[in-house]
């Protein structure tokens, strides 16, 4: 990834992530089920409830959000984007409360993008895991020159990203259809085709490895240190990240199988209904 020359940040004792919603609007929280834990995407070691959530999961976010502000920065300078119209809230938006009506599209600060992360990780109770798996699909989009990430498209690339990060991590995945409960600005049937359009981009390939990982928590680290923000925390053990690993290969496995069933069964490529993980 080219990169540009980080601002100077400094979360100084600041222990949580910023609750301070984006100067548009604020992006409520749907209610949970009082006591509900999610179990992670392991046969032989699961993650017990404590490590749901990280000491200080805003020192990963917080990078991860850096980098991600950087791919739209760079998407509005480019003067030939790549903007499917699926990913695209002018053709498709997803009507957050208190977005401007019309919406305005320009780049998002960091804290809104650090806001609107935040949201769909805490309220699906994901592993802070998801932000570094998130952004790894959106580098992969980017580099198979499937899409630009860009003001008009960001959120909804965003979301169906992490939404994908927790099916493959979690065992016990969020469901398309608790999507549309959990979040009300969008609907089951866009849920859907967003995660169809998706896996297409990424070649339906969703693998994570340790390499990888260990790629973006080194480059997350990284950032953390040239903006002067404290060091984070690694999110998993080495049980815990090999059986990611292996979840993550069985899944793209799984969905590739299921695909090449379904071509195998149909006239045409343009008949094929894509896989979605569920």
């Given at each position: ?154 959120r909804r690339v965003l979301f169906s990203c992490l939404l994908l990060s927790g099916k493959v991590f979690h065992d016990e995945a969020p469901w398309n259809a608790d999507m549309s409960d959990s979040f009300q600005w969008i609907t089951l ?90």
């Amino acid at each position: 990834m080219a990169t540009q020359p980080l601002p100077s940040r400094s979360t100084g004792d600041r222990e949580t992530p910023d609750a301070t919603p984006p100067a548009k609007g604020k992006y409520p929280f749907a209610s949970k089920k009082v006591g509900q834990k999610r179990i992670s995407a392991s046969t032989s070691t699961p993650i017990v409830s404590h490590d749901i959530r990280m000491d200080k999961p805003h020192l990963l976010l917080e990078p991860v959000c850096l980098i991600i502000h950087q791919y739209i920065e760079q998407g509005e300078a480019n003067p030939r984007p790549i903007l499917p119209n699926m990913f695209s809230e002018k053709f498709n938006p997803l009507h957050l409360p208190n977005d401007p009506k019309p919406r305005e599209f320009k780049i998002p600060g960091v804290e809104e993008i650090r806001y609107f992360a935040t949201l769909i990780v805490q309220t699906l109770e994901l592993n802070p895991c998801a932000y570094l798996m998130a952004l790894c699909y959106i580098e992969r989009i980017i580099k198979n020159n499937k899409l630009t990430l860009h003001s008009t498209n960001w959120r909804r690339v965003l979301f169906s990203c992490l939404l994908l990060s927790g099916k493959v991590f979690h065992d016990e995945a969020p469901w398309n259809a608790d999507m549309s409960d959990s979040f009300q600005w969008i609907t089951l049937d866009d849920v859907n085709r967003t995660e169809m359009a998706l896996l297409s981009m990424l070649d339906y390939s969703v693998r994570f490895s340790q390499q990888l990982y260990t790629h973006y928590y080194l480059q997350c680290r990284e950032i953390s240190q040239r903006v002067n923000m404290e060091l984070p925390s690694e999110p998993l053990t080495q049980s815990e990240l090999d059986a990611l690993v292996r979840r993550s290969n069985n899944e793209e496995e799984r969905i590739k199988s299921k695909q090449k069933t379904a071509m195998s069964m149909q006239e045409g490529p343009q008949k094929v209904k894509l896989a979605v993980i569920n």
